[in-house]
C-alpha cells in the first residue's frame, strides 16, 4: 500500500520560510519522481515542484521558482520542500504526490501565511 505522510506545516509571517517533509513507503521510491502539489481554499489542485528520481532535476511552475527548493533522500525514502520568501498567496495544504495532478498523495499539511 502506497503510503505519504507529511509534516513541517504551520502559521508563518509575509516573508518567513518554512520545510515541509514527507516520509513515503509501499514502493519503490528511489525509482520515481515526485513532487509537491497544493491546495489554497476554494481553488484547484496547483502543481508546486517535482524532482526527478535521483534528484538530479527539479522543476517549478512560475508562481514558486527562485522561492521554493525541492530534494529527497532516497536512503530514506523522504521528499522535502523547503519554502522561502512565502507570501500569503502560498497559504494551503501542501500535499506529497507521485504526480503533478495529485492522483496519488498524502493527506497533506497546512502552510498558514498570514501577519
Known amino acids: 500500500e502506497v503510503r505519504l505522510v507529511e509534516a513541517g506545516g504551520g502559521v508563518v509571517q509575509p516573508g518567513g520560510s518554512l520545510r515541509l517533509s514527507c516520509v513515503a513507503s509501499?514502493?519503490?521510491?528511489?525509482?520515481?519522481?515526485m513532487c509537491w502539489v497544493r491546495q489554497a481554499p476554494g481553488k484547484r489542485l496547483e502543481w508546486v515542484a517535482d524532482i526527478s528520481s535521483r534528484g538530479a532535476a527539479t522543476y517549478y511552475p512560475d508562481s514558486t521558482k527562485g522561492r521554493f527548493a525541492i530534494s529527497r533522500d532516497n536512503a530514506k525514502n523522504m521528499l522535502f520542500l523547503q519554502m522561502n520568501s512565502l507570501k500569503t498567496e502560498d497559504t494551503g495544504i501542501y500535499y506529497c504526490a507521485q504526480d503533478r495532478d495529485g492522483l496519488v498523495r498524502g493527506q497533506g499539511t497546512q502552510v498558514t501565511v498570514s501577519s
Open positions: 509501499g514502493f519503490d521510491f528511489k525509482t520515481l519522481a
